[in-house]
């Protein structure tokens, strides 16, 4: 699939320049967006520059739908052919903390629906890539998710994401926040989405999240045996506004969705 | 100081054998706690009875509590020397995770209060050190907690724990929660608080830990410019109960505080 090579190539190709830029995050020039938190640097956007304009080479006409600046628009026809992109996904790590957890993404996708993905962790050197009906692999190996089944023994992702979305995720899941074995929040969707794939995890919950932040993920699960689904159960498209989000090893899916309230 | 000695030295002396193990853990044997999620590895055994050893024939006569079997018991002269170690803070990152956010931790302590303490990340091979009044170190170099003062802008980490004590949590910290700028829980109070001692987070809040949990990363935040207190602002004594814990920055002690309703 020409698509996923392309994926391929360009995370390889971009994983030194972010690393790099993560080895000197102290230098790194960066501006505030819509609050103290929310933060874009010249790696952001540098790596979207460069997938755009590698992009118009390789697939002229295509649409290239991003989290940074012009690209953060959803294409008026949904179900086209376009790229969905978070440059650096965990932006807020990659600027601080001890562990590299940040991710470039890149997904390619049609009728809504993503049809080939790729997740690259420039620091650990984890590249994971799945195209629609071909498996997920990390580093060239098949990836299959967990086989947990009890909600008392599972690690499950609760992303607080912004501020403005805390109020709902805990007046929604607080019997999901005390059900499960574990509650990790590392601040990247992709990076989360990426360890179920690979059964380091077994579910992720997040109330509105946008495209970018799951598209290559959602495929990367989907393709290693789990399940990625609206918080109703529904399933998910990628333009149909911010219906929030569960993802799981699927085993756990059903019990999971229980555990958040309606709204 | 001969304490903080025999803490570097061990630690460096375990680093090998635990990354080993973190390595090959799809091998490692272990046996399941209070619940699903409460996991006892061979490696917290092993590191925990070579601990006991050294300090048997180093300094004789001296306690040693610690999180697993038999040292898992408060001393009766809570001001005698004694020393407080959790093997592997962090065992299910230990146990799965593509991050290895996981720590060995030992401290000193005399007068409930610790005097010296040491944490290894083995994997990423952090090493922190720290002794009363001589400030602390990361592999060698001065460290200094960060310089946020806002709590918009600033990075706490929620450590929700087991489930018989996130309803606490969830009870008595949603303001913090919606306030502060992001939100972790990477399931390691050892890890969190060492990226409180060099400035990569800025706060940490628990509703009821056990002293192996911070005893050695407390003194390394307050040695780094931080602060270490119950949740009612209250002077820390590593064998008073569980009264809850709040680390910050110092800058952002107050703050963090009033956002935790009382009991």
Redesign the interface.
Known sequence: MRELAFIETFLRENAAYVRERHAARGQVTMTVKS???DLLTEADLTVQQRAAAALAEAFPGDRLVAEEGEHAVYPDDPNARCWVMDPIDGT?NFV??????FGISLAFAEHGVPQAGGVM?PV?D?LFLAARGQGATLNGSPIRVSEVQ?V??A?VE?E?GW?TE??LM?ERA?DL???????????SAV?AL??IA?G??DGFVHMTLTPWDYAASQIIVEEAGGLATRLDGGPLYLFDGKQGLMVSNGALHETLIGLVKPR
């Open positions: 609050n103290a938190s807020n601080r903390g001890l562990f590299p957890c962790l650990s984890h009890e008392g023994g690690k609760v607080f501020t805390r109020r805990l607080p926040i005390e059900a499960v074995g574990q509650v990790r929040c590392t601040g990076v990426c360890q690979c380091e995890s």
